[in-house]
Every structure is written in structure tokens, then in C-alpha cells.
């Protein structure tokens, strides 16, 4: 069965960190660009990172940068969002995604193969 799965999600205090999995089952991430995604309650699904094949090229939404480092481990056929300073905010539910690019050029307008189900990530005191 082809499939993403994320993990790492829960429940974190305002400043703490959390670190997501996107594991790739039955398929090589190796050639694909991997995007997180995130949809907060009540709103839009945003884009927030993206990690090219490579991994040699990254970008991050403006709200994001320098508090989350995306990397990828092609030999465990895993991606990974590293988020420290979490604010309220951050809470979503993230998800991975393996994109019709190898690149992030306007990734976030890239089409999608895969999906990975969501992990929730709540950031509350």
C-alpha cells in the first residue's frame, strides 16, 4: 500500500518543541519534493515547508522561518519538521505531502501524489 504517515503530534506548551515524522510506506520518497501542510480550525490549509528531493533546497512560510528546520533522511525514506518556539497559533493539524516536483519552486501550486492522513499538533498553556 502507497502511503505517507506522519507522527509526533500532541500536545505542547507555548515555546516548547515538537518534532513530526513523514514516513513513506510502499514507495522511495527519493525523487519526489515533500511539502507540510497544516489546517488550522476554522481556516484555510496552508503550505509551510518544503525540502527538495535533494534535499539541497528549502523553503519555509514567513510565519515559520526560524523556528522550524524541515530535513529529510532519504536511507529511512523520512521526512522531518523539527518546530521549536511553538506558539498558540501553530496549532493545525499537519500533513505531509510528496509533490509532483523534484523542486520548491511555488511548490505550494504543485500538484500532489500522495497525502499522508494528518497529525495533530495543539499548542496551548
Known amino acids: 500500500q502507497l502511503q505517507l504517515v506522519e507522527s509526533g503530534g500532541g500536545l505542547e506548551q507555548p515555546g516548547g518543541s515538537l518534532r513530526l515524522s513523514c514516513a513513506a510506506s510502499g514507495f522511495t520518497l527519493d525523487n519526489y519534493a515533500i511539502g507540510w501542510f497544516r489546517q488550522a480550525p476554522g481556516k484555510e490549509r496552508e503550505g509551510v515547508s518544503c525540502?527538495?528531493?535533494?534535499?539541497?533546497?528549502?523553503n519555509y512560510v514567513d510565519s515559520v522561518k526560524g523556528r522550524f528546520t524541515i530535513s529529510r533522511d532519504n536511507a529511512k525514506n523520512t521526512v522531518y519538521l523539527q518546530m521549536n518556539s511553538l506558539k498558540p497559533e501553530d496549532t493545525a493539524i499537519y500533513y505531509c505531502?510528496?509533490?509532483?516536483?523534484?523542486?520548491?519552486?511555488?511548490?505550494?501550486?504543485?500538484?500532489?501524489?500522495?497525502w499522508g492522513k494528518g497529525t495533530l499538533v495543539t499548542v496551548s498553556s
Open positions: 505531502a510528496a509533490l509532483k516536483s523534484s523542486g520548491c519552486f511555488l511548490w505550494e501550486h504543485r500538484g500532489v501524489d500522495y
Open positions: 525540502i527538495s528531493s535533494s534535499g539541497g533546497s528549502t
